[in-house]
């Protein structure tokens, strides 16, 4: 199977800001650099779906924003489908499809519609009006001819979704996808990039959650990610060998490995 992703060595520091206090006294003293990742690697194989499990503050987001050339890490190298890592950038954004939880590039005055035409014309899309109407058949709007600010969040994220499927993306970024989402629209969705996109179309995905029940059920690879240190990866029986019990759930396996640090 063709190896998608390389991820090696990868650590990432981020300065605190000076506090307002700070800038005012002109107190410009040493502040101690916050470690978001250290030393993480890791590959993907082409269909494979990865489950990024964690706290807050354990990194998750900072991989994903390295990958999608957000980023650039302290150390390490990054290599997507044969390109690197600030160096083959422009390819990398092509292959790649990004989902935050924290939406904010739409432009709200614009309807949803007019959303997705602009973000379709960005990617040079043939037939961008047919894709457009296929993903609201598939997410089941009614209300893409409304104004983007009169939105709820879990529509918003709806167009997050759909906006990050308009370019065909060879590897999904998700990081919690799927936050402020009902339940069946939450099903649905990872039902259909399982189904379509992953087992159809070979699309590689990986996939960030709070939730070990959604990973368990979306997800085939898991890793394990604590103060920026990756604590394991693999499949289930993999991870449950780990901690000596056959038997174990996701959610058992996480405390017991985090719970060795």
Same mark, same amino acid.
């Given at each position: 199977?063709?190896?998608? @992703?390389?991820?090696?060595? #990868? ?15 002109? /107190?410009?003293?040493?502040? !101690? ?5 250290? /030393? ?9 779906? @990865? ?51 924290? $939406?904010?590039?739409?432009?709200? !005055? ?5 959303? @997705? ?20 058949? @598939?997410?089941?709007? /009614? ?22 499927? #308009?370019?065909?993306? $060879? ?10 989402? /009902? ?6 969705? !990872? ?5 379509? %996109? ?17 990973? %368990? ?22 991870? !449950? ?10 959610? $058992? ?5 985090? $719970?060795?640090?």
């Amino acid at each position: 199977m063709k190896q998608i @992703l390389k991820v090696e060595n #990868l650590t990432k520091d981020f300065m605190p800001p000076f506090s307002f206090g700070k800038l005012v006294k002109f /107190d410009f003293k040493y502040r !101690r650099p916050t470690r978001a990742l250290e /030393d993480v690697s890791f590959s993907l194989k082409k269909g494979e779906i @990865l489950g990024v499990l964690g706290p807050n503050g354990a990194g998750k987001t900072t991989l994903l924003k390295i990958i999608a050339t957000l980023i650039l890490p302290d150390k390490g190298s990054v290599v997507v489908n044969g390109w690197r890592l600030d160096i083959d950038d422009d390819k990398i954004k092509s292959f790649i499809g990004m989902v935050s939880s924290h $939406e904010r590039s739409f432009y709200w !005055r614009l309807t949803g519609r007019q959303n @997705l035409e602009f973000f379709a014309s960005m990617y040079d899309l043939k037939n961008a009006k047919d894709k457009i109407e296929e993903l609201f058949n @598939l997410f089941k709007i /009614d209300y893409q001819d409304n104004r983007f600010d009169s939105y709820s969040t879990g529509m918003k994220q709806k167009f997050a979704l759909m906006r990050s499927l #308009l370019n065909e993306p $060879e590897l999904l970024l998700l990081d919690e996808p799927t936050k402020s989402l /009902d339940y069946t629209t939450a099903l649905n969705l !990872r039902n259909f990039i399982k189904e379509n %996109l992953v087992r159809k179309k070979g699309k590689t995905v990986i996939f960030t959650t709070h939730n070990m029940d959604e990973a %368990l059920d979306f997800c085939n690879l898991f890793m394990i990610l604590q103060k920026g240190k990756l604590y394991a990866l693999g499949t289930l029986d993999e991870l !449950r060998k780990k901690v000596n019990n056959p038997s174990a759930g996701l959610g $058992e396996i996480y405390v017991k490995l985090t $719970e060795r640090s």
